[in-house]
């Protein structure tokens, strides 16, 4: 068992915390450097990277496009690894230095929309899509929208970078947030076996919010051996669920972007683009 830590009285940042993302992590906010954003041609700029985060409104942009909604948007790439995000073009957009962030230039003037939620909320009222307009229907889209947001970090800032990236196996994280990814999908499933969608009857951005998470570890894309340490098989409505998300066309579309390797795209600038890589 390593040494047991005793923490100071006042923390300082005197040395990186180590794992996948040290080069990146600090105590402060703001911009380490000035650059300007690049700007494309259509209505909606969207600066962000496929994570899962950053795939939640991918998803609803080829979502919209495909309900036939004007939602024409230039996806950049924002590589946090190289930290781009701290520029001060994106900290103009987000000053929380987090993706994804857009730009909404179909105004008279700009409006800036920064966490992933917000986004989601924000384009759906502005089409009135994707959310449902019935008042308890609503608010139940609405609260799953508000569950995948505040459990999020648990999911990937606490399982996924405790069994996957930290520097160090150390029991007692792993188990704590093994637990917690756990009991989400357990009620994630429960819900799942009441009704076909997060909100109800209804496809809405709830699905997509939560998709963006669950969907990276159900396609076997997220943390490594993280389907089978969280015998993600065994919760079959999530599982149902996640297969008949990903046989959405604006799924399968969306989860390409901002993403590097083959048959992904680093940038969106069209339809053509993605039509390229399926």
């Not at 930290?83 to 409006?111: H, M, R, T, Y």
């Not at 969608?197 to 051996?225: K, L, P, S």
């Given at each position: ?250 799924v399968k579309r969306g989860i390409k ?22």
């Amino acid at each position: 068992m390593a040494d047991a830590y005793t923490p100071p009285a006042v923390w300082t940042w005197e040395k990186e915390s180590g794992g996948k993302f040290a080069n990146i992590n600090r105590p402060i906010s703001g911009a380490t450097h000035d650059q300007e954003l690049p700007r494309g041609s259509h209505p909606f700029q969207l600066h962000s990277m496929g994570t899962p985060n950053g795939q939640k409104v991918s998803i609803l942009f080829e979502e919209l496009l495909a309900a036939g909604y004007p939602a024409e948007y230039d996806a950049w790439l924002i590589d946090i690894t190289k930290g781009p995000q701290f520029s001060s073009g994106f900290v103009e957009i987000n000053p929380n230095s987090k993706i994804p962030a857009l730009l909404d230039l179909s105004g008279e003037k700009p409006i800036r929309v920064f966490e992933s939620g917000a986004i989601l909320l924000y384009l759906a009222e502005k089409f009135g899509a994707f959310i449902p307009t019935d008042p308890a229907e609503r608010a139940e889209c609405l609260s799953w929208l508000m569950w995948q947001m505040g459990s999020g970090p648990l999911l990937g800032g606490g399982f996924g970078h405790f069994y996957a990236y930290a520097p160090e196996k150390i029991e007692y994280a792993i188990d704590r947030f093994t637990m917690e990814a756990k009991r989400l999908l357990d009620v994630a499933d429960k819900r799942l076996g009441e009704v076909p969608y997060f909100a109800g009857q209804q496809y809405t951005i709830a699905d997509i919010a939560v998709y963006g998470w669950f969907g990276m570890i159900a396609r076997r894309e997220a943390y490594g051996t993280a389907y089978e340490f969280l015998d993600f098989a065994s919760y079959k409505n999530v599982v149902r669920w996640s297969d008949e998300m990903l046989a959405r066309t604006a799924v399968k579309r969306g989860i390409k972007v901002n993403r590097m390797g083959d048959s992904l795209v680093q940038e969106r600038h069209s339809a053509a683009d993605i039509d390229a890589v399926m």
